[in-house]
């Protein structure tokens, strides 16, 4: 199993990512994914999570409004858009699949 992150960088706030998370070394189609994040001194949290087919979403409250998790089962990866990023944002990145593996992560800043 592998999963490689992209998308991550610096960027100032109210500005915009796009995270890309893909998959090898399993049936993707068949697995709900997630993006978690993790901050310097803080718990790794749920970021976001989406069902197999797309068809169900969910969101920490503190993204809700801004992000927007989707995927493409034909690519093998998962996405996240991250619209009006605000400081509290920056973390390291990582999706994970509903059985526990996780990707390296990618790192996303936000600061002006």
């Known amino acids: 199993v592998q999963l490689v992150e992209s998308g991550g960088g610096l960027v100032q706030p109210g500005g915009s990512l796009r995270l890309s998370c893909t998959a090898s070394?399993?049936?993707?189609?068949?697995?709900?994914m997630s993006w978690y994040r993790q901050a310097p001194g803080k718990e790794r949290e749920l970021v976001a999570s989406?069902?197999?087919?797309?068809?169900?979403?969910n969101y920490a409250d503190s993204v809700k409004g801004r992000f927007t998790i989707s995927r493409d089962n034909a690519k093998n990866t998962v996405y996240l858009r991250m619209n009006n990023l605000e400081p509290e944002d920056t973390a390291m990145y990582y999706c994970?699949?509903?059985?526990?593996?996780w990707g390296q992560g990618t790192q996303v800043t936000v600061s002006s």
């Open positions: 994970r699949t509903s059985f526990g593996a």
């Open positions: 070394g399993f049936t993707f189609s068949s697995r709900a």
């Open positions: 989406i069902s197999s087919i797309g068809d169900s979403t």
